[in-house]
């Protein structure tokens, strides 16, 4: 099983539409990524999460990243066809006091956007 | 402009033969990750390395190996014992200079066995 689960898998909306995209793990979160990506090419980064609570907006997309710091969801307000792709977040994993740099992502969620 | 490029972007490989991915960061980045990606699964990690001449296993090593001669390049060698090589490769790298940095990545190497 995932260790990062990601839902839903695949979301069909009107554009103008809000849309919200949710990623879970059973473990604590010590950091929260969020990228995009157009098929056949590489991820974009959007935002990282490290805070319980935390929240941050780049234009019309918010993450947040619960106080648990065990759940993150992607908000995008009044959608565009400029927003579709696949939305994919990772977590970052500690090793003691040292950073690896290592991520494990969630299976990522399809985004298409009607015009 | 700095960044990361891989090459080719389109490999074809029949079956039996290694095939080697290039993968060149100019970025000063200490980090460097390879990763595959299949439809609906996501990203898993096939090697990571932190610093040059040393590298560590990923969760899917098997069937592959890398190199890391200098701090710039990490190429991935896809060997003829992977059984199922056909994918979305994907490399990557990131700063161990600040914590939690995050990974920037290339455009991808869509392998396919013929």
């Known amino acids: 099983s995932q260790e990062l689960e990601q839902s839903p898998q695949s979301l069909i909306v009107q554009e103008g539409k809000n849309l919200t995209i949710n990623c879970t793990s059973s473990?604590?979160?010590?950091?929260l990524y969020w990228y995009k990506q157009k098929y056949g090419e590489g991820l974009i980064f959007l935002m990282m999460l490290q805070k319980g609570g935390e929240e941050k907006s780049h234009e019309k997309i918010t993450a947040k990243l619960d106080e648990k710091k065990q759940q993150s969801s992607l908000h995008i307000t009044a959608s565009q066809p400029s927003h579709a792709g696949i939305y994919l977040c990772g977590a970052a994993l500690l090793h003691g006091s040292s950073n690896t740099g290592k991520l494990i992502f969630g299976q990522g969620t399809t985004l298409q956007v009607k015009p | 402009d700095g960044g990361i490029t891989q090459s080719p972007k389109y490999l074809f490989r029949k079956e039996g033969q290694n095939v080697t991915l290039s993968c060149e960061q100019n970025l000063n980045h200490d980090a460097m990750y390879w990763y595959r990606q299949d439809p609906g699964q996501g990203l898993r990690l096939i090697y990571y390395s932190q610093i040059v001449n040393d590298f560590q296993k990923g969760d899917i090593a098997e069937g592959y190996s890398v190199s890391r001669e200098k701090k710039e390049s990490f190429p991935l060698t896809v060997t003829s014992a992977q059984k199922n090589p056909t994918a979305f490769y994907l490399c990557?790298?990131?700063?161990?200079?600040?914590?939690?940095?995050?990974?920037?990545f290339g455009p991808g190497t869509r392998l396919t066995v013929l």
């Open positions: 990557a790298s990131s700063s161990l200079q600040r914590p939690l940095s995050e990974q920037f």
């Open positions: 473990k604590t979160l010590y950091g």
